[in-house]
């Protein structure tokens, strides 16, 4: 049964009528809409549980296999290794470092979620042969211990307790942690090793390992000292600078000691205006104004969400609970309807109907206040007030455990399977990316439909990094996720347009990639990007003399080393191409110059059987 709407909850927006002239495929796509839309709407207003996420490593007689939550890395190769290992505590952490150490074997550290896009988890080369020297170590029964040191203000933690655990630990003893990432699928020492962020310009900033006041890690080291050994970095250290975040390529992470406050509550609305053009002019004062501030844009619907996020005193009234609503367990029939719909409208070439698709979306989204409820069990209107261990971050699909509905992108079912590139732009740089966008978007708005039917682009703010891979001044975040085709030969629809951005943000402005996200791409040159790179170089030969933690993988990432072009390299984003051959001409994309950034080289469709150039220089 349908609950009754309480008296201040909003209407349903519809999408205007004129939104884009569908044709013949009218009703088809609103067909789609109608039973997608109908099915969101019974799951938002019901409590649904679901399949809990698989652990990424499987293992066999013939070795193990590591996968990313998604099921697929970058170039669909799997990682292999020949043995994984569990330790429980620091003593079998640092036996485990020194029994691969003593065998000459590779290590990477894994976690029990493994949300990392790019390949730094895997251990082996190119070759299946090369997993024959290596080993895994899980972190994932690493995760009972949490001292909260209340006259010091600050928590150490395992380096496996996952970051709800830590949270409602803090949070239960009477603080908060000041930041963490939106996602709550990661571990104490996951997140703090790729740079995970929330978004602040206040205090010591959004990114977690800002508010790292010690590590402990376990390293390699000489026969007399047992091949392994424990550092303790404290504050005055200059090594953890390098550790805070690692890439996790120095060592084992045991234990992380992070800043902690008193707890507080916080204050969320969300402001929705069809006005996108001074996003440019207010993106500033917004972050300063706001401690928790973020901004949402969907070009395609000329919309911009403003994120008001404030800390309020802890006796004002409300018990709010932030349940984003792309993390909330879904029905796995909507999932999989929802691909199979974005599949459809892909190889009908039917950009009209990713427009239907987008305003249906942004108009949901903007119905249950993007999954803010209220006294935590449904939205009733703004502001929406709660403790900071329930606003911070969210992941409620993480601890479904009914069979019939899992998180939309789980491998197991036919859902969503989507890219996420994430550029990291210095502040003063950020609003000519965002004029350079626009004017791409004026050129025909609806070819940004698909990346509004996932989340726009998402903007948000993190402070300047005393951390060697930090950011050097404070920045600008933007996120935004698009349609991965399950076949890797096959082309997207509007690809040319995403890929300009892409290289708009990281070649023009220069922007730094999101180390756990992005295509190869977005990683080219990035060792030039850091002023103090060559420190952390120094820090690593220092721990891992013997590179013991590095990877061909986690080497190409760290220099940012461009991959062999071959044939449709450039659709998955394993090179930029410079050929026809390196798109799909034989399905009508070839490599053209973009629109308005002309050194730009993407793969675009042409109904002509003349390709635009063989070559491109």
Not at 64 to 72: E, K, M, Q, V, W
Not at 423 to 441: E, M, N, T, Y
């Amino acid at each position: 049964m349908i609950p009754n709407k309480p008296k201040n909850f909003p209407s349903t927006p519809s999408p205007p009528s004129s939104i884009f002239k569908m044709g013949g495929s009218h009703r088809l796509c609103s067909q789609i809409l109608g039973f997608i839309h109908a099915l969101q709407f019974l799951c938002s207003i019901t409590t649904v549980y679901g399949m809990v996420p698989q652990s990424p490593v499987e293992c066999s007689s013939s070795g193990c296999i590591l996968r990313n939550s998604y099921g697929a890395w970058g170039d669909r190769r799997d990682c292999s290794a020949l043995n994984v290992t569990y330790p429980t505590t620091e003593e079998q952490l640092r036996s485990a470092v020194s029994y691969a150490v003593r065998n000459n074997l590779k290590v990477k550290v894994v976690t029990k979620f493994s949300h990392t896009i790019p390949k730094l988890a895997c251990p082996q080369g190119s070759s299946r042969a090369s997993a024959g020297a290596t080993l895994l170590i899980s972190t994932e029964k690493y995760d009972s211990g949490i001292e909260i040191d209340a006259a010091n203000m600050a928590v150490t933690a395992d380096a496996g307790v996952g970051l709800r655990q830590l949270i409602d630990a803090v949070e239960t003893g009477g603080f908060s942690l000041v930041a963490a990432p939106y996602w709550e699928g990661v571990t104490v020492a996951g997140v703090i090793s790729t740079g995970a962020h929330g978004s602040s310009w206040w205090g010591k900033g959004g990114s977690v390992h800002d508010h790292v006041l010690a590590i402990t890690l376990v390293v390699p080291a000489s026969r007399s000292e047992g091949y392994a050994k424990v550092l303790r970095l404290e504050a005055q250290d200059p090594m953890l600078n390098a550790a805070k975040l690692s890439l996790g390529v120095l060592g084992a992470i045991s234990k992380v000691k992070l800043s902690i406050e008193h707890r507080f509550k916080r204050s969320i609305r969300y402001d929705f205006s069809e006005k996108d053009d001074a996003i440019e002019d207010v993106y500033v004062e917004h972050a300063k104004k706001y401690e928790f501030a973020d901004i949402t844009w969907y070009p395609s619907r000329h919309t911009v969400v403003y994120r008001y996020d404030s800390r309020v005193p802890l006796n004002a009234s409300g018990d709010g609970v932030n349940d984003f609503i792309g993390f909330q367990p879904n029905s796995i029939l909507i999932s999989e309807s929802v691909r199979a719909a974005e599949k459809l409208l892909e190889s009908t070439r039917n950009t009209n109907g990713k427009c239907l698709t987008a305003a249906t979306t942004l108009g949901f989204k903007r119905f249950v206040g993007n999954g803010l409820k209220n006294n935590g069990q449904i939205f009733s209107g703004y502001p929406v007030v709660g403790y900071q261990g329930t606003m911070q971050t969210s992941g409620s699909c993480l601890y479904s455990t009914r069979f019939d509905t899992s998180c939309a992108w789980d491998p197991r079912i036919k859902g969503l399977f989507f890219y996420e590139s994430t550029a990291i732009f210095p502040a003063s740089a950020f609003g000519d990316f965002v004029r350079d966008v626009r004017k791409l978007r004026d050129l025909k708005p609806e070819n940004f439909c698909g990346v509004d039917n996932y989340n726009g682009l998402l903007i948000r703010f993190i402070k300047a990094s005393s951390a060697y891979l930090g950011q050097p001044e404070d920045s600008v975040v933007v996120d935004f996720n698009y349609y991965r085709a399950n076949d890797p030969s096959n082309p997207r629809l509007n690809q040319d347009l995403l890929e300009e951005v892409e290289q708009l943000a990281f070649f023009k402005y220069g922007a730094k990639p999101h180390w756990a996200k992005n295509r190869n791409v977005a990683f080219l040159g990035v060792q030039h990007k850091y002023p103090k790179f060559d420190m952390f170089i120094a820090a690593k030969q220092k721990m891992d003399p013997q590179n013991v933690f590095s990877s061909e993988w986690s080497d190409a990432i760290l220099y940012g080393k461009e991959s062999e072009k071959v044939d449709g390299c450039a659709l998955e984003g394993l090179c930029i191409c410079s050929e026809d051959r390196h798109c799909s001409p034989q399905k009508g994309f070839y490599c053209s110059h973009g629109l308005v950034y002309n050194e730009a080289r993407v793969c675009r469709y042409s109904q002509s059987s003349m390709s635009p150039s063989s070559t491109i220089a």
